[in-house]
């Protein structure tokens, strides 16, 4: 009789054992998957983030951050001031990501290239060595090479072209009949949509230099031949010199000046393709430099 209770409380106790033990090993392997499906899910979202950060996390991308430290650190200042600069960079605001034509590498590339950030800026420089000093230290910049054959002592002869049919007719600078106009650069230059030209060289401070004559003649034509439709803004530099100041007036029009902004134009010049009869230079030409 008192065999009987002492056997049931045993098989009672070993019951709770066993169950307990169950709920137990229950328990622990639910919380190592949910743990390891957390941790997993984490990485997920990790690598999704990297992966869709170049194109829309706000991370400030590696060549400009570059760009600001180079400004920031070096003594050398470009020649534009601040007012020029700021009258390109309010159209590189609007256009950018856009096609932009450089003519001269200087100090100010690595600006012009960051202001126009995912767009193609491309430098054509008459100095081999310039441009190997400059693109060692900057190997993002896109230049050419380009070779002038004009002297700024011509320059007074030069301007008589204005008069001419040839200079006046628009067409690709390569099949052009005019003096003016340069046919030596890579094709890419003819074939692509320039949005912004800015004229900054050659160089043009002394008689043998090449001048910016025809540089200024083929940023005109290039615009005007632009088979996209589109208006090509185009500034000149240094316009208080008589070449900057008379060549631009003659084939980048007085009619098509948008501002003055000390020793910078800008031009706004628009397709002449499609629009046939169009005159080289509009009729305005009341606007006075
Ligand atoms: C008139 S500068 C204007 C450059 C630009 N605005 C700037 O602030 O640097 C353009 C031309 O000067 C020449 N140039 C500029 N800096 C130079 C340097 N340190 N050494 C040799 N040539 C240079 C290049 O041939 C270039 O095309």
Not at 278 to 287: G, I, N, V, Y
Request: glycine content about 4%; charged content about 25%.
């Amino acid at each position: 009789m008192r065999n009987q209770p002492q056997s049931f409380i045993n098989s009672k106790l070993i019951f709770i054992c066993c169950s307990t033990l169950v709920l137990l090993i229950f328990f622990l392997k639910r919380t190592s998957i949910s743990s390891s499906s957390v941790s997993h899910s984490n990485t997920r979202e990790e690598q999704h983030q990297n992966t869709k950060c170049p194109s829309q996390c706000t991370k400030l991308p590696t060549s400009l951050s570059d760009a600001l430290v180079h400004y920031v650190t070096t003594e050398i200042t470009p020649q534009q001031t601040f007012n020029e600069v700021s009258v390109s960079k309010r159209i590189l605001d609007k256009k950018s990501p856009c096609n932009f034509l450089v003519f001269g590498l200087g100090h100010d590339s690595l600006m012009w290239a960051s202001l126009n950030h995912a767009g193609r800026t491309l430098f054509l420089e008459e100095d081999k060595a310039w441009i190997e000093t400059v693109t060692k230290k900057f190997p993002s910049l896109e230049s050419y090479h380009v070779v002038y054959d004009t002297k700024l002592k011509d320059s007074n002869k030069l301007i008589e072209l204005e008069k001419t049919e040839d200079c006046k007719s628009v067409s690709d600078p390569r099949d052009s009949k005019c003096a003016l106009s340069l046919k030596g650069f890579p094709a890419d230059v003819y074939e692509t949509q320039w949005d912004l030209i800015m004229v900054d060289a050659p160089t043009g401070y002394h008689d043998e230099a090449p001048g910016r004559m025809s540089a200024i003649y083929t940023a005109g034509l290039l615009a005007r031949n632009r088979f996209d439709g589109g208006e090509t803004d185009v500034f000149v530099h240094d316009v208080n010199r008589p070449v900057e100041d008379e060549f631009s007036a003659a084939f980048l029009c007085r009619g098509y000046l948008k501002e003055q902004q000390g020793r910078l134009r800008h031009f706004t010049i628009p397709s002449h393709r499609s629009r046939s009869g169009t005159p080289f230079c509009p009729a305005d030409k009341s606007r006075r430099f």
